[in-house]
Nanobody, 121 residues
Framework: HVQLVESGGGFVQPGGSLRLSCATS????????MEWYRQAPGKQRELVAG???????NYGDSVKGRFTISRDNYKKTVDLQMTSLKPKDTAVYLC???????????????WGQGTQVTVSS
């Protein structure tokens, strides 16, 4: 089955940096589009950044210029480098993959459990 496991969250002061990583298994990673979302208490889930199987990236307006998404097709991971963090970046960050499971042709969206990022002084 497909698994997405996020890591790298934690507590950081405003202006600091964190690097999140999402390790995948069970999905045909090289042909999957990957995204990072975040969800703060009482707020809707928000797209943070995405990277297609071809390497095209897109970012939410609130993180442009501060966050960078990247993927490693060999390691089957997608990372999110976050810099100049602000308190409003505090949220649970979730990894999402849209692709096919090994041995199956159906394209589905899969989610990780999320990792908490807290930005506070």
């Amino acid at each position: 089955h497909v698994q997405l496991v996020e890591s790298g969250g934690g507590f950081v002061q405003p202006g600091g940096s964190l690097r999140l990583s999402c390790a995948t298994s069970g999905i045909i990673f090289r042909s999957s589009d990957m995204e990072w979302y975040r969800q703060a208490p009482g707020k809707q889930r928000e797209l943070v950044a995405g990277i297609t199987s071809g390497g095209t990236t897109n970012y939410g307006d609130s993180v442009k210029g501060r966050f960078t998404i990247s993927r490693d097709n060999y390691k089957k991971t997608v990372d999110l480098q976050m810099t100049s963090l602000k308190p409003k970046d505090t949220a649970v960050y979730l990894c999402s993959a849209r692709g096919a499971q090994y041995g199956r042709s159906m394209i589905r969206t899969y989610w990780g459990q999320g990792t908490q990022v807290t930005v506070s002084s």
